[in-house]
């Protein structure tokens, strides 16, 4: 049985602080995504949202919420949430349900309003939950995470914090004609350099904002979408792996790594595994992504990426980089939208927002930022607590 | 005339359980699977993680108190609550230690200031307890790594 789910349609809100609620972004989003596979509201048979936990009761429903905006239509719903990788369980909802034949054609909608600053956990005394325990008691944030990462690389590896900054200046001219991007501005590697130092030995401009942004898709089955299209870009593999135990990499938002004192490493690290999967359920290699779409929360996680869905061995990231074969024009441009450097993070639309640009880059509609010949793309993204999210579309 | 200044405070942990409340020999408290011998900080005491062992028998170990330096960075900015921070905010290091008896690797504050110019991966840490904040009747604690003197090129 083909696996493959068409994306008829992609739409977003542009990414950047509005001050709105997160609901009008949504239904903006989807409106697009509906008009652009010329499907109407009425006819959508599920709904499937990606929740947002910053934004009271109505995102943590967020199908519900997005369906109620649309209009009250008796469309079947779902409301997900997987951190920085909700967007990919609301994908993979639709996605089953038209893959075992329950629906035909399904909305999926991602959107955030998003505050200033770090990102911090709920209220209360809970310490039992590691995300307010790493907070509380040691004073440990997301960036902790990303510059114990980036300086492992440099120590391993030979990085240098003007490798990590090249990735942001990379991003920014992806972006620069990105109408959906929040920062379209080029940044030089001077910039990134002299910008404050928040989590050492990253930068400011290393790591990403958080922002406001929506992102939706209208998904349907191969026989749907032949009514409305002759070669509809399809989502061919959808990657929702968790670790495998024991897991030695110091993950967000735990304070210690599982123990590696009684069981052997698994053949395969959690981040390389992500990736990992997509590809064999696609049936395809790195060596077949025209384009990849990474998580890019700092500039030194890009580079980990690289390694870790394929594009190279460990340790030659930066060499990759620096040959511009991930740069607009080289072997396989990571990030041509522009990435979350350009975007900054709506944590639900994000993984949708991958998907989004996959699809425009394998339409040729990429304006501006077009990677030519695209024929296949792979997504990659990881959610707090374990969330895998990896997302391959071909054409 | 102050008879309520000279009340001495009572030393806490900022958590109760993580470790124990010894000022000069702290010790992280863990559990440890009986059957499958794996560790576990926070202790786990209902389910074994270990997907290859259905257990539920476990011990309560003290971690070892040392460990090498695996990877660092630093918190310039203040972090927003539950963390207390002092006023004014001072910037700390955050080491990542791994213990090498336990196979794990656990995270904290790099004690007394000490910033990541005097940090260099590989080189051994040991656990200390230090302040993290003060109500009026109690001074809290929480664990913090430190380099072991004379360690630095170890």
Known sequence: MSKDVAVLGAGMHPWGKWGQSFVGYGVKAAQDALKDAGVEWKDIQLVAGGDTIRNGYPGYVAGATFAQALGWSGAKVSSSYGACATGAQAISVARANILAGLCDVALVIGADAAPKGFFAPTGGRRPEDPDWLRFHIQGITNPTYFGLYARRRMEVYGATPQDFAAVKVKNSRHGLHNPNARYRKEVTLEEVMSSAVVADPLHLLDICATSDGAAALVLSSMDFARKHTTHPVKISAVSTVTPRYPNDIIEMPNLATDSKAGVGLPEIGFKESIAHGAYEEAGLGPEDMSVAEVYDLSTALELDWYEQIGLCPPGDAERLLRDGDTSLGGRVPVNPSGGLACFGEAVPAQAIAQVCELTWQLRGQAEGRQVEGAKAGVTVNQGLFGHGSSVICTV | ?154
Request: overall charge negative; hydrophobic content about 40%.
């Open chain 2, 1 to 154: 005339m102050e008879p309520f200044a000279m009340i001495e405070k009572t030393n806490a942990p900022a958590v109760e359980g993580l470790f124990t409340m010894d000022l000069h020999e702290p010790r992280l408290l863990g559990t440890r699977c009986r059957a499958c011998r794996t560790y576990f900080f926070p202790a786990e005491r209902t389910f074994c993680r270990n997907p290859a062992c259905d257990h539920s028998d476990f011990e309560d170990v003290r971690l070892s108190p040392t460990g090498k330096l695996w990877s660092f960075t630093s918190a310039n900015y203040k972090p927003p609550a539950p963390f207390i921070a002092k006023e004014p905010f001072e910037p700390f290091a955050i080491a990542a230690v791994e213990l090498e008896e336990e196979g794990m690797t656990i995270l904290g504050q790099v004690a007394d200031g000490l910033g990541v110019a005097a940090l260099k991966t590989g080189m051994p840490m040991e656990l200390v307890l230090r302040e993290l904040y003060q109500d009026e009747e109690h001074v809290y604690y929480t664990w913090n790594w430190k380099p072991i003197h004379g360690g630095s090129d170890a």
